[in-house]
């Protein structure tokens, strides 16, 4: 089975502020590697497939890189409605979602 | 509009059986593979079960074999997680979502709670 790790796991930031999530998996997944945004008592909403391509309707400042074993997620300019957990997922052998990041403002 | 609703939550006690089901409008649900995800409370994410299209492939997370079973019905474009042997850890939020890898369309997730 395929282990994903996040850090942080949690973290609080400004308004405007860059923010950077990691997401390591315990083998090579290619790229086969999504970032999910989820708000409390809402349904998970896709980000980025495919480890970084922005979904259609998500706003710019969103982006993900990296390939293997070791990817990122940045927010350019954290906004006040970026309140919410963001999970990774790989999908290279069944799936797995990583234990989630909970970004607060400051 | 693209939408998916799942139905048949509840609370059952350890060791029963429920049924959810799960149904598709606004896209051509026989083209896609389907998965059940759920969320146990304040914890995180579990992908439990996908089925392909024509349902001749369907895959489980480890500590449901055995007990649950996807299945899919096309012509009724709709989704079904039938959980068996139910126990306390499987209590959660259970949602479905299109797809085998990226997961773009969820439904708004149905609460299974199980417990004496």
């Known amino acids: 089975d395929i282990q994903m790790t996040q850090s942080p796991s949690s973290l609080s930031a400004s308004v405007g502020d860059r923010v950077t999530i990691t997401c390591q998996a315990s083998?090579?997944?290619?790229?086969?590697l999504n970032w999910y945004q989820q708000k409390p008592g809402k349904a998970p909403k896709l980000l980025i497939y495919?480890?970084?391509n922005l979904e259609t309707g998500v706003p710019s400042r969103f982006s993900g890189s990296g390939s293997g074993t070791d990817f990122t997620f940045t927010i350019s300019s954290l906004q006040p409605e970026d309140i919410a957990t963001y999970y990774c997922q790989q999908y290279d052998n069944l799936l797995t979602f990583g234990p989630g990041t909970k970004v607060d403002i400051k | 509009e693209v939408q998916l609703v799942e139905s048949g939550g509840g609370l059952v006690q350890p060791g029963g059986s429920l049924r959810l089901s799960c149904a598709a409008s606004?896209?051509?649900?026989?083209?896609?593979?389907m998965s059940w995800v759920r969320q146990a409370p304040g914890k995180g994410l579990e992908w439990v079960a996908n089925i392909k299209q024509d349902g001749s492939e369907k895959y489980y997370v480890d500590s449901v074999k055995g007990r649950f079973t996807i299945s899919r019905d096309n012509a009724k474009n709709s989704l079904y997680l039938q959980m068996n042997s139910l126990r306390a850890e499987d209590t959660a939020v259970y949602y479905c979502a299109n797809g085998r890898g990226a997961f773009d369309i969820w439904g708004q997730g149905t609460m299974v709670t199980v417990s004496s």
């Open positions: 083998q090579d997944i290619s790229n086969y």
């Open positions: 495919d480890a970084s």
């Open positions: 606004g896209f051509t649900f026989s083209s896609y593979w």
